[in-house]
């Protein structure tokens, strides 16, 4: 099938390449005309494990190209999937949709023959509906109609390859049984791997992800909140979050306490998702909504009053490492990242803060310039009062305490993920706080 992919972020560039090696013809747009060059030269524009190999092969194999032209890409695709950004607006909770809005009005107009427009950003509940009623008024199709669907997408970031290629499940939201059809073969291939593919209307779909979202939100929130009760009260959140999980009902994942959650999805999607309960007259789903957004962003506060009690009371004159700056390991992802949230709000109340990541060095120095970046872990844990794991990269869950502790001024070690070995770590000189767990 002939496929365009409108928007290549972390989510299109990856879901273009994805409908390429299933064996697709697929033509990526984007505005960025410095993403489209680089994508089309087999590179990514954000760190990715496997997209590049992806990208490269599906290039070669002459499955998939890149293009900022939306003439091009109505010209050539008969199914065209928007993935275009929906951040938080500024100045309110809901979501932004000109982007979505924009690349629908474009297609709608530039559209000359049949097609299926299948929107995959994550959208306030209501927006598919509002979106065909607007392709009906502006696209002049007369061989047949363009119709609308909408395909909510679950990928992690880090694992987006797989999550593609081997979804837990698929979730169609159409209106029309050519619609559904049309999706079926675009899938075919994952479909006959056996994966769930649940079909509903377009509210339930678009629902489907926001509560995907504010589902999991809500178990991070709530182990933060235990870890709260742990620490008052002497005990450890690790080992009642382990046997917690051992209970079927509650499961392991998404049960790990530490600084909380961040990025560029699940901040701004249980914020849009609260914004829209509200317009929508949901009032217990709103309350509910903003308690779970309102314990994440407290916890960041609370880590930097940890933080100042470690350091002696004051920033000032006082140099802390923060390790960590993507929004979780395996990402380059510095949007809404508590590391860096963290590491900002230190520097604002007088700390030196010098800032290492693997990855997310060059995404961060974009958003905060005034921070300090070290090159390596070593050069980042030099002279420092304080240490802050704050994301939880095996780089620095495995390092040697013992020589980190030889370079600092003072060894004392913050882990706001919950990831070292404390024995270790104190064995080797390190007076360690851990979020959630017991003094030592
Ligand atoms: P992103 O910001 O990385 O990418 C969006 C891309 O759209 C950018 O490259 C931008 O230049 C492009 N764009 C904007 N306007 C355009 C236009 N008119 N025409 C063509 N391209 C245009 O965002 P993302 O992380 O890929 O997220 C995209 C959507 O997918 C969001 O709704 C997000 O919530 C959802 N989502 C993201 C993930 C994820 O892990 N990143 C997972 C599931 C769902």
Redo the contacts with the bound molecule.
């Keep these: 099938m002939k496929i365009s992919v409108?928007?290549?972020?972390?989510?299109?560039?990856v879901h273009a390449a994805c409908m390429a090696e299933i064996g697709h013809q697929v033509i990526g747009?984007?505005?960025?005309a410095g993403?489209i060059a680089t994508l089309a030269a087999g590179r990514t524009?954000?760190f990715e494990p496997g997209l590049a190999e992806l990208l490269q092969s599906n290039i070669s194999a002459g499955r998939l190209s890149f293009t900022?032209s939306?003439a091009e890409a109505t010209a050539f695709a008969d199914v065209h999937f928007i993935?275009?950004?929906?951040?938080q607006q500024a100045g309110s909770y809901a979501?932004d949709l000109r982007?979505?809005d924009?690349?629908v009005t474009?297609l709608a107009l530039h559209l000359r023959r049949p097609a299926l427009v299948v929107g995959?950003?994550?959208?306030p509940v209501g927006t598919a509906t509002r979106l065909k009623a607007l392709v009906a008024k502006l696209a002049h199709v007369d061989e047949g109609p363009v119709e609308l669907a909408w395909n909510?997408?679950?990928?992690?970031?880090g694992f987006?390859v797989q999550d593609t290629l081997r979804p837990d499940r698929l979730v169609f939201g159409v209106d029309s049984d050519a619609s559904e059809a049309t999706l079926r073969e675009v899938y075919q291939p994952i479909l006959d791997l056996g994966t769930t593919c649940i079909t509903a209307d377009f509210a339930t779909a678009e629902l489907v992800?926001v509560a995907a979202n504010a589902f999991l939100a809500t178990k991070i929130s709530f182990i933060n909140a235990m870890a709260e009760v742990c620490e008052a009260a002497g005990a450890d959140v690790t080992v009642l979050s382990n046997a917690l999980g051992h209970d079927a009902r509650i499961g392991h994942r998404f049960l790990h306490a530490g600084l909380g959650f961040g990025?560029?999805?699940l901040p701004?999607?249980i914020r849009a998702f609260r914004a829209r309960a509200g317009e929508i007259g949901a009032q217990e789903a709103l309350t509910f909504l903003k308690e779970v957004d309102e314990i994440n962003m407290r916890l960041r506060e609370r880590t930097v009053d940890v933080a100042k009690a470690l350091v002696g009371g004051s920033f000032l004159s006082r140099t802390v490492t923060v390790l960590g700056a993507a929004f979780k390991p395996d990402s380059d992802?510095v949007?809404d990242s508590p590391a860096l949230h963290i590491a900002a709000l230190m520097q604002l109340k007088g700390a030196s803060v010098v800032v290492h990541d693997p990855e997310a060095m060059p995404n961060a120095r974009k958003l905060f310039p005034t921070l300090r970046y070290a090159a390596s872990l070593d050069e980042a844990c030099a002279d420092s009062d304080l240490v802050v794991l704050a994301t939880e990269w095996p780089l620095y869950r495995d390092a040697d305490p013992e020589h980190l502790a030889g370079l600092t001024r003072r060894p004392v070690m913050l882990d706001t993920r919950n990831v070292i070995d404390l024995a270790g770590w104190r064995g080797a000189g390190w007076q360690v706080r851990a979020l959630g767990r017991p003094r030592a």
Excluded: N
């Excluded at 409108?6 to 560039?13: D, E, K, S």
């Excluded at 747009?29 to 960025?32: F, H, K, P, Y």
């Design positions: 409108i928007g290549t972020g972390y989510l299109g560039a747009v984007d505005t960025d993403k524009p954000f900022t939306m993935c275009v950004g929906t951040p979501a982007y979505v924009e690349v474009q995959k950003s994550t959208v909510p997408e679950f990928l992690r970031e987006a992800k990025g560029g999805c701004k999607d992802d949007r």
